[in-house]
């Protein structure tokens, strides 16, 4: 059931990208053309369906918010491309293509991740449209903001890089990880509940499942830089011991790693059963504990 839902989320999400994103012969052409190569470049589209998967949880129609779930992976995109500059993770390939630094240059590059930014927020703001959602659309824009802020994704990513050639240390590597992965996949679950007008203790609900799901994403993707190859990953495995980077294999080696996502995802199937009786939340812990890319 979950490859099928998987396929049909990407495939709306795909093309809802490919009608909101500018087009690529509107001025500045070679800026929405930079934007274009990065957001339709493929990918899992997590955080969108995340989104959309909280608004059906609480008794939302999906396709009412998928041009807001659009909205955050365009501000994953971003921060997947000022990730690979040189001065940050200094990565070639992404999604199986050349980054956008190696086709674009680095200038542009910086400044289509802005765009996209700025861009995502502007979709978050402006869909659902009407005056009814208009409350919603800015709790929504406040609690995405929070979590890729300087207390969520980039304050993670300054410690991330920081914490490189540092000691292992368990409790910062929860942090690093909490902040730079898991409250924004927290808020894309919890923001689409936000606009089907949940109830707080739903939203929180989901929220804290949310932080324990980006969680385990994030040592699923530690193992996998050990364990993949550029082939399933999409991108150079092998750069995290490169550059020393704080990593659930380096903390706690590698089986232990392997046993910590385990209990992760058999706490989280127990929560799922609970939050979502469909069945799909509790696939999509599977999905992202036994993922290869």
Known sequence: MIELFLQQEREAIDRALEELLPAEEAWPSELHRAMRYAVLAGGKRLRPILFRLGHRIAGGDPNAVLAAACGVELIHTYSLVHDDLPAMDNDTLRRGKPTLHVVFGEALAILAGDALLTEGFRWLASYPPGDRWAPLRAEVCRRVAEAVGSQGMAGGQVEDLAASGAPAEAQRLRRIHEAKTA????????????????????????????????????????????TGTPEELGKSPGKDDAQAKLTYPRVFGLEKSRQVLAELSHTLQQEASRLDPSGLLGELVAFVCQRRS
């Open 183 to 226: 409250r924004f996949i927290a808020a894309c679950l919890a923001c689409g509940a936000v606009l089907a007008s949940a109830p707080p203790e739903l939203v929180s609900a989901l929220e804290r499942f949310g932080l324990q799901l980006g969680v385990a994403f994030q040592v699923a993707d530690d193992i996998l830089d050990v």
